[in-house]
Structure formats: structure tokens, C-alpha cells
């Protein structure tokens, strides 16, 4: 029976050790899981403010990206404007080439309708000499 009663009270001496140290590993293990939990708590929240940071730089991102594709939108509608505006130029330019190229040809023409008449004049001019000249003379032959 002491052996018994000594081989309980060595029992409840190790169950007591064995619960202190079930207390105490809990309590490392609880340690362990709050230094845990702050950490990665404090890694969510900087995640969030990163998260937060990363939201309003794409935001922005797709303010800038709606801007820009409003501008290129923009100018593509401005180069065919500009286009179509070269073209009807380019049709105005052919236009004034052919009235120039008529004009020039109409120039012509009539410098050679004033060489014409210039010539005609000059003769008349010439006739008209011979005219007087014979005029002179027979006024003379009529005096004599």
C-alpha cells in the first residue's frame, strides 16, 4: 500500500508537472500565435494601404488612359478632317492648273491676233505713204 500511495503521489506530481508544462507550452503556443497574428496583422494592414496606394494610382491610371484615348480619338478626327480638306485643295489646285494652262493658251492666241493686227497696221501705215507720196505727185502734176 506505500508503494501504492507513493506511486499515486509520483502520479499527481507528474500529472501537476505534466499540466504545468501543458500550461506553459499553451501559454508559449499562445505567445506564439499572438506575436503571429500581430505580424500578419500588421502585414494586412500595410497590404490594404498598399492595396489602397495601388486603387488610386489606377484610378488616376485610367483617368489618364481615358484623357489620352479621348485625344487620339480627337486628332484621328482632326488628320481626316485635314485629309479631306487636302483633297478638295489638291482638286482646287488641279482645277487652277487647267484655267492657267487655258489662259495661257488664251494669251497666246491673242498675241497673235495683236502680231496680226500689228502687222496689218504696219502695212496700212506703209500703204498710206505710198498714198500720200502719190498724192503729193499727182497734186504736183495737177499745179503744173
Known sequence: ???????????????A???KQTNHMEEDADLEIEELKQKYDARLS???KSTLMLKGENGIMKKKFTALHKDIEEQREEIKAMLEKEKLLEEQIESLEREIVSLRELIHERDVTIGEKEKKIYELKKRNQELEKFKFVLNYKIQE
Not at 1 to 15: D, H, I, N
Open 17 to 19: 508537472d505534466i499540466d
Open 1 to 15: 500500500e506505500a508503494l501504492r500511495a507513493k506511486l499515486e503521489q509520483e502520479k499527481w506530481g507528474l500529472e
Open 46 to 48: 500595410q497590404e490594404r
